[in-house]
């Protein structure tokens, strides 16, 4: 069975997968263990893939430059790349939106 998105869940969807990449590269700079921070990572890649979601090519260059400094626990140069990548994953997330106040118009109540 076969479920096919709106545009706004398929977007959603692809949000979300970068954010899990962010968080995935955080965690991974909070000096978590070089094998789980590797294995998070690549779980964040195959989501975004699997999502559709863009990732730079910055961004992937960086992670899997990090992913090689860690497989062979060279843990600053990985911080320095994981740094770079989270940099430029924050500029991609969307803007948050906070709506407006309110006026005394703007809610009709017992309809």
């Not at 964040?44 to 090519?57: D, N, Q």
């Amino acid at each position: 069975m076969t479920t096919e998105l709106d545009p706004a869940s398929l977007q959603h969807l692809r949000t979300t997968a970068v954010q899990k990449l962010d968080n995935a590269v955080c965690t991974a700079l909070a000096n978590v263990e070089g094998d789980a921070a590797r294995r998070g990572i690549k779980e964040a890649l195959a989501a975004c893939t699997e999502a559709g979601a863009v990732v730079s090519p910055q961004v992937l260059g960086c992670v899997t430059a990090a992913d090689e400094h860690l497989r062979y626990n060279e843990r600053m140069e990985a911080r320095m790349l994981l740094t770079v990548a989270h940099r430029l994953l924050s500029r991609v997330r969307p803007p948050m939106v906070v709506p407006g106040p309110s006026t005394p118009g703007d809610v009709v109540l017992g309809r």
